[in-house]
DNA sequence: TTGTATGCGTTATCAC
DNA sequence: GTGATAACGCATACAA
């Protein structure tokens, strides 16, 4: 009937149709569609509910992305932040969507359930460790290790981490970790755990363990935080206590927003591609959803570090010099 | 056959066919229900495409809303940040979707397509002027209005707006400029254009419009910022200068993220709780649904001014003794 | 090249 | 209270 806008039909006639179209105001049914060719030409990023949206610009970032990503290959998007776990997964075979995208918040056992099922799913912003299921994550361990180093270069050796327990089956903690261990040992310095102090995400968390930090018996000179958030509270803590950042302690975290280019002293960052990592993951259920008996594979977007004010005195120097620039909240040497 | 889950069925019967279904794994297929029923159970969340998703965390509370409100009715929530209008159009009549949340970036002229349509359809974080639709935005004139008055209250005279354009259909600029006109006039002051700097929302901006009204003939003892970003630019421009706020310049603005509270000085800004006009433009929406006779209503969510330390030096001082705090920023007076 | 019949899985209707 | 049947609108396969 309409699907004749491809094959070999006269140009006369698909003229023809396509007024008769325009003079009734013809659409075509989704549904009627969907139910005939098995396809609803829609994908879905499950999530489980999001508690702070409007810190969590990561997946704001992400959503942003795979919604474009998704748009362009003619597909729509469905969110799914689910609370019951059984709506999640009614919603896979109810075929109300072709594929789904997980977020890294998802927890285990259901990402488990969906690969039992053969169901068409990718994680995005995870590994799928042994699990036969594909997955993109960004390089959170290079990140990390490339913040490492950057202290290490400055001639820090006394670098303390502010971490974060992992929230759910969302290892990237442990990966920036990891990412801050070997570049220590590289260096041949150990990762002592009285260097690793523990907060949870939160700003609030950030001022008290950063207090923490700040009272270690041989003060550190640097400080790797797994979070601007924290990286903030710990300069602001720094600050009351007198010291200048980064003078005094040079600061490295992970960016998760624009603000830390905002704020001051700039934070020097990790910055991680969410809108890269959900392109490269919508590809990849596209791809998968095209040719079924693909093999699962991982992918894994670099991030990279960016110097700014918060580690580099003489950075900030040059930089300020350069911009006609001046420090928002350190008091100035010479005042 | 399975709809039996509701009327007039024998409690033994219910549990057989539950039974029954459990053993077979027989999963309800959305879209030939939604063929039959011609009802999708999906709500549509319309937007342009968000060139800044990072910055734009206004639209991730609205939208975690609104998943979150639609869930709760049993419907799902798809997201369509259109490029091309048609594709937008076809998506509202394609049976795809029960009804829409037009984002108030979505052109007037899609928005009045949609009007003649009677597609059932209500807009989110906008009025609709003359037109028959429902709507729920916050009171964005209000906050102005009671930002500006916290300003006059503290005895300010000379008041400057760092304001900005609209952008497409978004009229809240001209609406915080009304609040603040409103609460001059009050006072007697005349809001004069040599008083209103336009920037464009963005953090660069805020610095050179910033820079322009600290060197105002008589500069200005406070400052109405409409937007956040825009406020923390002002201030750091101030600094730059050696100004400090709010002994120097007194600067309210309007939250967009958390951030208010982690910058130093915390700001004094309206809150607008975009989480709630979410849920109220959901609600709004499902009764109309339900109840498709319905005459459209506006509904505007108060927003309110909170107090915090860029705008009162009192309120900072007490802040400071009571929570132990100190400012991140500004030189203190005796140092 | 064009027209026509069949079935996708549900739900609603109507006899039983 | 229960079972059969038609129809939703489109895509496909097949006949013309």
Redesign the interface.
């Known amino acids: 009937l309409v699907v004749q806008d491809s094959p070999l039909v006269t140009a006369a006639t698909k003229e023809r149709v396509r007024v008769v179209i325009a003079q009734l105001g013809y659409?075509?049914?989704?549904?009627?569609a969907?139910?005939r060719r098995a396809r609803?030409q829609?994908l879905a990023y499950v999530t489980t509910?999001?508690p702070?949206?409007?810190?969590?610009?990561f997946?704001?970032?992400l959503?942003?992305a795979l919604?474009?990503r998704a748009?362009a290959a003619g597909q729509?998007?469905?969110?799914?932040?689910?609370?019951d776990e059984q709506?999640c997964l009614?919603?896979l075979?109810?075929?109300?969507i072709d594929g789904a995208l997980l977020d890294y918040m998802v927890s285990d056992a259901v990402v488990r359930v969906l690969v039992e099922r053969h169901a068409p799913v990718v994680l995005v912003g995870r590994d799928a460790g042994d699990l036969p299921i594909g997955w993109v994550k960004a390089d959170e361990e290079e990140g990390a290790y490339q913040a490492t180093r950057h202290l290490l270069n400055l001639g820090h050796r006394r670098v303390a981490v502010l971490a974060a327990r992992r929230q759910g089956p969302n290892a990237i903690a442990e990966q920036r970790l990891a990412g801050h261990r070997r570049a220590l040992t590289e260096a041949g310095i150990a990762l002592t755990s009285d260097k690793v102090l523990y907060g949870d995400w939160s700003?609030e968390s950030g001022r008290a363990q950063g207090r923490q930090l700040l009272a270690l018996r041989t003060r550190p000179t640097a400080a790797f935080v797994l979070s601007e958030?924290m990286a903030?509270?710990l300069i602001?803590e720094a600050?009351?206590q007198g010291l200048r950042v980064p003078h005094d302690l040079a600061v490295v975290t992970t960016e998760n927003?624009?603000?830390v280019?905002?704020?001051?002293p700039r934070l020097s960052a990790v910055h991680v591609p969410m809108d890269e990592v959900g392109a490269r993951a919508t590809e990849m259920l596209l791809a998968l959803l095209a040719e079924s008996g693909r093999i699962p594979e991982g992918v894994v977007v670099p991030t990279r570090f960016v110097v700014r004010d918060s580690s580099d005195p003489s950075a900030t120097e040059r930089a300020t010099s350069a911009a006609d620039?001046?420090p928002?909240?350190a008091?100035r040497p010479t005042?």
Not at 93 to 96: A, F, L, T, V
């Open positions: 659409r075509p049914h989704a549904a009627a969907a139910l609803s829609t509910e999001v702070q949206p409007a810190l969590d610009v997946r704001a970032v959503v942003s919604a474009a748009q729509y998007l469905l969110l799914d932040p689910f609370v709506r009614d919603l075979d109810s075929g109300r700003y958030l903030v509270a602001q600050n009351k927003s624009p603000w280019e905002y704020v001051r620039e001046e928002w909240l008091p005042q």
